[in-house]
């Protein structure tokens, strides 16, 4: 099955919804929330910044950059005229914030207008990056800002010793939702030959053991490709969920992702 969000247009309103939640889950827990902390500290802004999240979904990141110092006005693009209507609804009273439509390999913008682009968890679902993290360098001004923070989705897991049979949910969910697992081992390649300059690479733990909402969400999802793929039955899927869930609840459940972060710049002139 391949990755929803690489072809977000064509899919069905009633998956929009699920991934829409799943989004904003991830973005709430506190444990993401901290990973982003230390990253976007990494960026060096100027007064009065000007900023642009590209893949913003349902714009829980975007509502964030829009508050922090230095940031004057954030710019929110996706292709999901679903996700963008969510988007302005949930971004209501925030002044400095606009969502625009669009796709991140030809992006709707001039050259040199903006001081930070940031993809969050956004490129590893696009085929063809490297023409995004192109665009990315046209439109920032000289000395600008790449901030990238994404899945290195290879390292999920849900297991807690060898052959447990919920691993399977979660490599089906990665194989199934995500369209390039091995992304972030290329991207410090990849934005040097864009001509950025690499300032740093970091990995972040993202560990759900209490309250694993999302992680949840993850076997779920997995779960249900197994079915839709015909791997396995409905109720064998439905007792996966049930396994994950007694975990959760009895302090046994343990999900964890390795994120990659990584910061360039634009040259100066
Ligand atoms: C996992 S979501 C992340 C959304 C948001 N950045 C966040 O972290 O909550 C991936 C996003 O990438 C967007 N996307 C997929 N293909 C894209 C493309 N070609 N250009 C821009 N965005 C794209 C999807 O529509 C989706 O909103």
């Known amino acids: 099955m391949p ?3 690489s072809q977000i247009t ?26 982003r902390k230390v990253f976007l500290s990494l960026v060096d802004l100027p007064d009065a910044a000007r900023v642009l999240e590209i893949g913003c979904g349902s714009g829980a990141i975007t509502r964030e950059l829009a ?9 929110g693009l996706d292709p999901s005229p679903v996700f963008l209507a969510k988007a302005r609804q949930l971004a209501a009273g925030i002044a400095n914030l606009y969502f625009d439509e669009g796709d991140a390999r030809s992006l709707p913008y001039a050259d040199n207008e903006f001081d930070l682009a940031v993809f969050h968890t956004c ?4 085929p063809g990056p490297e023409k995004a993290v192109a665009e990315a360098f046209r439109v920032l001004r000289q000395g600008g800002h790449l901030a990238i923070l994404d899945g290195d989705y290879s390292t999920t897991s849900v297991a807690v010793g060898d052959h447990d049979p919920l691993q399977a949910c979660a490599e089906a969910a990665i194989a199934g939702l995500v369209n390039d697992r091995w992304l972030s081992r290329r991207l410090p390649g990849m934005v040097r030959s864009s001509g ?4 740093r690479l970091d990995s972040y733990g993202y560990l759900q053991a209490d309250s694993p909402d999302y992680m949840l969400t993850l076997v779920d999802r997995g779960a249900d490709i197994l079915v839709n793929s015909s791997r396995i039955d409905s109720a064998l899927a ?22 990659t972060g990584l910061v360039a710049r634009k040259p100066p002139l």
Do not use: C, N, W
């Not at 508050?67 to 710019?75: C, I, Q, S, T, W």
């Not at 950025?196 to 300032?199: A, E, G, I, K, T």
């Open 3 to 5: 990755d929803p969000y």
């Open 10 to 35: 064509t899919v069905a309103p009633g998956i929009l919804d699920v991934l829409i939640k799943a989004m904003e889950l991830r973005a709430a827990d506190p444990r993401s929330q901290a990973i």
């Open 67 to 75: 508050h922090l110092p230095k940031v004057a006005e954030v710019v």
């Open 123 to 126: 490129l590893t679902h696009v």
């Open 196 to 199: 950025f300059h690499l300032q």
């Open 238 to 259: 439905d007792g996966l969920k049930k396994e994950a869930r007694r975990r959760a609840e009895s302090g046994e459940f343990f999900g964890f992702i390795a994120f």
